[in-house]
């Protein structure tokens, strides 16, 4: 009996121990969020004043992870794939260390921005390790959902980068700002470093070796399917990235709204986005069905975006702005986790399809508020970088097929 009693006693420390570092990892996740979307509400209200910039500097700020996820995601996908405990580990030390040491790089913008850029790797290293991470810690029926879970924690820490970040660095200054951000994202990546590392995952997934990068190509690309979702990817999160970016200013410049509202419409858009990550992956789960959403989902956001222009309330801004969070981010919570439901990538190669698609992805990410820079009207502004490239993924998408092992 008391054999047994240990042995429940164990597992369920061990539970509870699966439990705690995935929270601490959905933490890391958030605080990358936080970091990552706390420029959007200080692009035109701070940094631009104070470090007298503009075009394409400014918007490395919002597009600094994207870079980073399109330069280094297949390596730390493949990373991730042999070694998920070292690759979030990676993720959790340079988000501490980089957001600790950022408000001392204030004074400059270009030492600011190099930080910035660094910090940007903890992205690559954190978003290519959720699958894999999540496939050593739970059984395969819950995956999708752990990563919906993940999703809406990096959402949640981008609406509270919109909702509070212009309002503490108005009262107390963009030093402190920084400061205040460096000392939680270190504190929760200490706390998460320690946990992990004592940790032995419950499941275990073999890999011989990690394929080069057109090696990892070709068995993602084996599947034909992969090029319409990498299509769909890029256009999706390419608007999402432009929507962070440059939305604010557009509301503040061509709708008359204060900065403190106009980070609030984007973080009702965000909001949106939490809702739509938390429930269409789940319902796509239950009916096994992906290609009905690729489908309806930019057909909303296309008839939300021809409102915008049309639009002068900000309680009809804020409405608009959930509708369209709703049905543009869900498609990225099922494109990360769609490459390991192919028979043809599977579990084993859940990193390397992972980080094709978030390649993919941001390489839209990158661009699309790159490019938003040269366009300063509001209209032409959501037809190219809305309107078009929601078209163009709604015909992508009737390129794609469900996978053939969606669990």
């Known amino acids: 009996m008391l054999i047994k009693l240990d042995t429940f006693e164990k597992k369920d420390f061990m539970k509870n121990k699966v439990q705690s570092s995935y929270f601490l990892f959905a933490l890391i996740t958030s605080l990358v969020g936080l970091n990552w979307f706390m420029w959007g509400p200080l692009l035109s209200s701070i940094v631009e004043s ?164 057109l090696e990892g190509a070709k068995i993602t690309f084996s599947e034909p399917s992969m090029k319409s979702l990498s299509f ?74 021809l409102l915008i222009p049309k639009l002068n309330s900000f309680g009809a801004l804020l409405i608009d702005g959930v509708i369209l969070g709703f049905a543009l981010f869900p498609m990225y919570p099922l494109g990360v986790h769609l490459p390991s439901a192919y028979s043809k990538i599977g579990i084993k190669h859940a990193g390397v399809g992972s980080g094709i698609i978030l390649i993919a992805a941001n390489i839209g990410g990158f661009l699309l508020p790159e490019l938003g820079a040269a366009v300063t009207k509001m209209t032409p502004s959501i037809i190219i970088f809305g309107i078009i490239p929601m078209a163009l993924m709604f015909i992508g998408a009737l390129f794609f097929k469900d996978p053939d092992t969606y669990i």
């Not at 390596?75 to 979030?88: M, Y």
């Not at 924690?153 to 503490?168: E, H, K, N, V, Y």
């Not at 946990?195 to 499941?203: A, E, I, N, Q, W």
């Not at 503040?252 to 204060?258: D, V």
Request: hydrophobic letters at 55%.
């Open 50 to 213: 104070r470090y007298k910039i503009s075009g394409f500097a400014l918007a490395l700020f919002i597009s600094s992870v994207p870079l980073a996820l399109v330069i280094m995601s297949y390596f730390t996908g493949s990373l991730a794939d042999k070694n998920p405990k070292r690759t979030t580990i990676i993720a959790a030390t340079m988000l501490g260390v980089t957001t600790i040491l950022r408000p001392f790089t204030a004074g400059n913008f270009t030492a600011l921005l190099i930080m910035q850029l660094i910090f940007a790797l903890s992205a690559a290293f954190c978003f290519t390790s959720w699958s894999p991470f999540t496939y050593r810690l739970f059984e395969p029926k819950e995956i999708s959902t752990k990563i919906a879970i993940f999703t809406a924690f990096l959402t949640g820490g981008q609406i509270l980068a919109f909702l509070i970040t212009f309002p503490i660095a108005n009262k107390i200054g963009l030093f402190y700002l920084l400061l205040i951000y460096g000392i939680i994202s270190a504190t929760v990546s200490t706390f998460y470093i320690l946990l992990v590392s004592k940790l032995d995952f419950p499941y275990k997934v073999t890999r011989n070796k990690i394929p080069t990068f």
């Open 232 to 305: 769909i990817s890029l256009l999706d999160i390419g608007v999402f990235a432009w929507l962070a970016g440059w939305y604010p200013k557009m509301l503040i410049s061509f709708k008359g709204i204060s900065p403190s509202n106009a980070a609030i419409v984007n973080s009702m858009i965000l909001l949106g986005c939490l809702i739509g990550a938390m429930t269409i992956p789940n319902l796509s789960h239950r009916l096994k069905k992906v290609k009905i959403f690729f489908l309806l989902l930019p057909i909303i956001c296309i008839a939300m975006f």
